[in-house]
DNA sequence: TCTTATCCTG
DNA sequence: CAGGATAAGA
């Protein structure tokens, strides 16, 4: 505190990729349109509302604002948990929309004067060329899946430097008038997922070594083409050695291979075509996922059928002891050590490595599937537990439901019994509508509920749900669901994620904001000069905020996303923007909308025991 | 009208 | 962090 903000401004070297001095920050951002209504808004509420108890003169726009197309009902496309993209998703999903003229056009040129689009426009297609530049720039370390991004970077800026070229002059006014919205829609920032090709090609029991990087299958067809072998190999390994599951996992993998193949053969035709590669890739993806997940699904629930069979007979029948038929096959998908990470030493500013490896994820659908299945299938086998488990539920909350008593929570294992901290946390939510018979999926509120999941939120979720801060900033509800199965929603409870998150934002804003005008008052005089590390202040408060324990190692990319948030703050403060009345709105929204900052979720959030490990 | 997202207050 | 007010997209 006392040095105010030291570490960031540490390397006062305006490292090499950041050569580009002078766009003008936020010109673009703020046309004067905008400030005018403003004025107008806010002169309207502040008269309205200089009354009584004041109707709070809010800044215009300001709230929703930012507020960016419907992500949610946009993205419920890949909403099925099996969700898509690929290691460069995030940072170019935007463009994988058809409509390429309007891509270019940042929301705010609304200017309906706009004389100088073009010029605008070149100024916006500089900016994102210059952070993404920026970005991968930084994340050198960052493997294989770095070149690839290259690749598509190289393509991008080609074809839209054609594309811009080709529009030349017309389409000033045409277009120009449609609202911002329609533009930004062409923007909609749809990221989310995880390859599930890299989940099977990884799922092999040897999870350390497996060829870490074959994940991004899917990009190019070179790596399609390279990861190919690599996985008939593996697959072909598994199958000498299983055993039990040889015929299951025999097709199983034929499935998946057929799959590769599928994509493969798509991919080549892509290429000699030269069709919008993008759309085809997300298309392809799409495809590839559905299909896998089907066969996948399909297969194991076979598998597991068979087997839940074969003890039942066997247990009829008394024979050679048989006892637990499905091997525990991939249990530890992390090696003990460490899922949960600390912190690195500070000393390495930018370390390598990356984030952990996307894998597993499999496992995690395969074992739980199994799970439920042999809940439902040996459900009398359960029933005491269950019982208990309904006490503890009574207990608890006084005023459970009787319904649906024999239900079995498997889920006592994900859910902790202590974590029932009911009290502020649940139960309260409902007292306001206790006559309200619109309530069709409550029964579940208070605890569990037929699939045994509940839907209540708890500190463990919280905890959780900021970890996962630090990869997203603007998650969707869906992102959101997918990473919490263990919850069944409702309304209520993903009203309350969402909350959270959106709190989670206040604070990170907020901590920009002070840090940034720290960063002014010692004199700062370009943003090229700020710099985040990860033991920068400014990142260790957010560490402490959203990673108290260190649970994980914070991902290297939130230390650019905060840096660029932070030299954001910064440029608009220096210029003054922040006498305007909304001015934070903008910066929100240019992370929202080009929110290619986001990084993806590691799949071990989603792993059953996530929860558990974050309590100590 | 429903959603999403912010701001503000407690 | 939750609730309410509020704004704006769809």
């Known amino acids: 505190m006392s040095s105010g903000l030291p570490p960031i401004l540490a390397a006062a070297q305006p490292t090499a990729n950041f050569n580009f001095s002078g766009f003008p920050p936020f010109g673009y951002l703020f046309p004067s349109q905008i400030q005018a209504g403003n004025s107008n808004g806010s002169s309207q509420n502040s008269s309205s509302g200089r009354g009584f108890k004041v109707k709070r003169h809010r800044q215009r726009v300001d709230a929703g604002e930012p507020r960016n197309t419907y992500q949610g009902t946009t993205s419920t496309s890949t909403s099925s948990n099996t ?9 170019f999903s935007k463009k994988t929309s058809p409509s390429t003229p309007e891509e270019m056009e940042l929301p705010t040129t609304t200017t309906s004067t706009s004389s100088s689009s073009i010029e605008q426009e070149n100024l916006n297609h500089h900016l994102l060329d210059e952070e993404n530049e920026e970005i991968e720039a930084m994340k050198v370390e960052n493997d294989v899946a770095q070149e690839e991004q290259d690749e598509i970077d190289a393509e991008y800026n080609s074809t839209h430097k054609e594309e811009l070229d080709e529009m030349g002059e017309e389409r000033t006014s045409p277009d120009s008038n449609s609202s911002s919205a329609s533009k930004r829609k062409s923007f909609l920032p749809q990221k989310i997922g995880e390859e599930l090709g890299i989940d099977f090609g990884e799922e092999t029991e040897q999870i350390n070594v ?30 000498q050695n299983g055993n039990h599951l040889a015929d299951q996992q025999r097709r199983f993998y034929a499935a998946f291979i057929e799959q590769q193949k599928k994509q493969l053969m798509a991919a080549q035709m892509m290429q000699a075509s030269k069709i919008n590669i993008e759309n085809l890739l997300s298309a392809l993806r799409g495809e590839v996922m559905n299909t896998f997940a089907k ?40 090696p003990a050590a460490n899922p949960l990470f ?39 086998v359960k029933r005491k537990r269950a019982k208990l488990d309904i006490k503890k539920e009574e207990i608890t909350s006084s ?39 619109t309530n069709s999926d409550e029964l579940s509120d208070c605890g569990y ?24 900033r603007y998650p969707n509800s869906n992102l959101l669901k997918s990473y919490f199965p263990d919850i ?29 005008r720290q960063a002014l008052a010692e004199g700062i005089t370009d943003r090229s000069e700020i710099f985040v590390s990860k033991d920068s202040e400014l990142f260790k408060v957010l560490n402490t905020h959203y990673n108290r324990n260190n649970h994980i190692k914070a991902p290297d990319r939130l230390v650019l996303v905060v840096q ?38 590691p799949d071990f959030f989603k792993e059953p025991n996530f929860l558990e490990r974050l309590e100590t």
Do not use: C
């Open 83 to 91: 969700s898509t993209s690929s290691a460069t998703s995030t940072s």
């Open 210 to 239: 497996s060829v870490g990087g074959n994940t991004t299958d899917d990009t190019t067809e070179e790596s399609t083409d390279d990861v190919e072998p690599k996985d008939l190999s593996a697959l072909q390994a598994q199958l």
């Open 295 to 334: 066969n996948m699904e399909k297969v194991v629930k076979d598998w597991i059928a068979e087997e839940v069979s074969k003890q039942e007979t066997s247990v009829v029948a008394p024979q050679v002891p048989q006892p637990p038929p499905p091997p525990p096959p991939f249990h530890h998908i992390f």
């Open 342 to 380: 600390h912190m690195v030493p500070p000393h390495h500013p930018m370390p390598g490595g990356g984030i952990f490896p996307p894998n597993f994820n499999a496992f995690n659908a395969f074992n739980a599937l199994r799970r439920n299945l042999q809940d439902a299938d040996s459900s009398d």
């Open 399 to 437: 005023r459970a439901s009787p319904l649906s008593p024999s239900a079995s929570p498997p889920l006592g294992r994900f859910f902790p019994a202590p974590t029932m901290v009911g009290h502020h946390y649940g139960g309260m939510n409902f007292g306001d509508r206790e006559d309200s018979p």
């Open 449 to 472: 509920e037929g699939n045994g999941s509940s839907s209540m939120l708890t500190p463990m979720h919280l905890r959780k749900a900021k970890l996962m801060f630090f990869y997203t």
């Open 488 to 516: 069944r929603f409702n309304k209520n409870n993903t009203a309350q994620l969402v909350k959270w998150f959106s709190n989670f934002r206040e604070f990170y804003y907020i901590q920009m904001e002070k840090f940034a």
């Open 564 to 601: 660029e948030t932070l030299r954001e703050f910064y440029d608009a403060i220096k210029q003054g923007k922040d006498v305007e009345p909304s001015w934070k709105k903008t910066i929100y929204k240019k992370f929202q909308i080009i929110n290619r900052l986001d990084d993806q979720i």
